[in-house]
């Protein structure tokens, strides 16, 4: 099933610079400071705080995190995909710090043909399976990963299951 | 997962190794059949005599596709997808994945519900570390403990079928609070299991603890620092067996966690073994907080009073005509969920478990994803048994307690 709606992102990409109601929130201003153009936006929704950040600075953003502000932990990253709009992808990294029990989500917007975004294994060696399983189920490419190849599905499988205009039922033809 | 016998970079090496002209290399298969992998798991070994060279883990026989399942049911349907997940801790999943939908929602859940879900959460973390028990020490050598474990974890599997009539995939914690009020009696008999398990535990303890064997196969085994360890995003009794005192109830409470007296165990020597004592303390400390539950348990409603969510009494369904069209619209359609998106962790017996779930505004989830803490655990293996002996091996991935069907899903 394809859902195809009206649904807008939550977050609007109008503005190109972090909201101002966010910049109490520590991690936030931090980022912010750390690199302006980096943070393309953002919101503090339900207790947990989001950063949208520019594809091109993530593995840069990412470091900054863990070595200056204690985000030791990466939880994970993941996609969603936002067919049939435009960029249709989102990279999703969750990083969690131990010391100041804070967690963060930064987001990636990637377009819909031939997605690519740098890699972070460089910062947390953990990221290595969770960006193999985000290209094996949704072909995106990261760039400098040391090991790119499918994890989940078997190598010959074709087509990447978790995009929205892959069929959930059916057979192969 | 992979088709290819050899993978290219193992291959790259054995090609290198050239008979004469360097150490003689072997590549080992082990699994994805092998009993002590606990699953589908399938490790490439190369060997230098006995000792491991390389190891590359190779997961993906039991991926099932739940996170695209996940898009085509509606939120209460998909319950029952998450007790699949990880079949040994159904309800930790079951919790994860309603507190992450009861975010979105904004719903305020009873006292009693959440006492209840304490409680039952507990009794799968005890339901799960026996089994890990059981099989650890039986991959060891210690057949006699396996028997001992599953004695206990067949009565928690039958308190579990008491209310849920399911042994394994209860589906009993729902959004909005439980599925059903416990039966009859069912208290009596947590009771009575509760009575007699810290007994027991001693009982394994006797068995284990100063066991010459155990020891010698377990300490200073599978040991990998701290630093790497949080790199590799290995979580729950693994980095408490390192000495990080690191729990989500305790880090970040959920469903009235603060409320309850416990310890989380910790210890420093980073090694089979100590994962092996953090997990028995946890079992003590599980009885601690199910005793606590028991006795605390407030009086009160089971499920939330939001009747958009929570299907109405059978009672009220069949006396009013308002119950009935919400009833009939639950079932039909399902409730609409708020847009928006959260990141809900629970500690599940193996870790870190965490559900991404993104709503548009329907009553089918967006996109779910699943972090399972098997695969962040196991993850590591390579840097973990590189440069030990084959032997050693078993123990070591032993005591990473992965499930695979939490690390494929």
Known sequence: MVRIGPHQPEVSSDFEMLPDNLRERAVAAAVEAFDADAVTGGKFDRGELTL??????????????KYDQQFVRLSTVTAVDRYPMEPRFEIVYHVHSVERKERVRLKCRLAGSSPRIESVTGVWRGANWYEREVFDLFGIEFTGHPDLRRILMPDDWEGFPLRKDYPVTGSRV | MSDTAIPPEVAADLEEAQPGTGPRRMVL???????????VLRLLIELDGETVVKCVPDIGFLHTGIEKEFEVKNYQQAVTLTDRVDYLAPM???????????????????PKAQWMRVMLVELTRLNSHLVWLGTHALDIGAMSVFLYCFREREEILKIFEMFSGQRMMTSYIRIGGLALEPPRGWFQRVKKFMDVFPSRVDEYENLLTNNPIWIG????VGRISLEDMLDLGITGPMLRAAGLKIDARKDEPYTSYEKFDFEVPTRTENDVYARYQVRIEEMRQSSRIIRQAMDGMPEGPWKAADQHVVLPDREKMKTQMEALIYHFKIVTEGFRVPEGEVYQVIESPRGELGYYVVSDGTSTPYRVHMRTPSFGNLQATSKMVEGILIADVIASIGSMDFVLGDTDR
Do not use: Y
């Open chain 2, 217 to 220: 196969r377990t300490k200073n």
């Open chain 2, 92 to 110: 930790s999943n079951n919790l994860g994945w309603s507190l992450a939908v009861e975010k979105l929602l904004g719903l305020e859940i009873p």
């Open chain 1, 52 to 65: 949208e950040i520019t594809p091109a600075k993530i593995a840069s953003v990412c470091g900054f995190l």
């Open chain 2, 29 to 39: 298969n082990m699994g994805p059949q092998h009993p002590s992998t606990h699953g």
